[in-house]
């Protein structure tokens, strides 16, 4: 992928974050990826990852990501973002790798500002 087109991707997947879409966040990880946030210490494959999604979504308020800045690399990209959710506001930072256009392996680091 070029530069533009993690870009492209990046926005495409916080959306689908935003929008709650189980299945479209799902689709943007490889089979056997892995997964890391505060939340869930790890997860491993696209399975695990829907389970994951399908049961935090719910539970979370309306929420909005917005992307800040990237930096696509050899491997992926390191992205930040801002996520505006029941009054806070967080500042997010994900580590990416990606294989054949899908997220490989991610890890999410966040703190609120």
């Known amino acids: 992928m070029t530069p533009a087109e993690k870009s492209a991707f990046n926005d495409r997947w916080l959306k689908a974050w935003t929008d709650k879409d189980v299945d479209g966040v799902a689709s ?3 089979e056997d ?3 890391w946030d505060s939340s869930c210490k790890g997860l491993q494959g696209r399975e695990a990852m ?8 719910p539970l979370v308020p309306e929420w909005k990501y917005t992307p800040d800045s990237i ?3 050899e491997d ?3 992205a930040r973002w801002f996520l505006d959710m029941g009054g806070k506001r967080m500042r997010g930072f ?3 790798i990606l294989r054949d ?3 490989a392996h991610n890890e999410v680091y966040t ?3």
């Open 94 to 96: 994900d580590f990416v």
């Open 71 to 73: 930096w696509p690399n």
């Open 76 to 78: 992926g990209f390191c």
């Open 28 to 30: 943007m990880y490889a």
């Open 111 to 113: 703190v609120e500002v």
């Open 50 to 57: 829907r389970g994951y999604l399908a049961q935090m979504f």
């Open 101 to 103: 256009g899908l997220i």
């Open 33 to 35: 990826c892995s997964y």
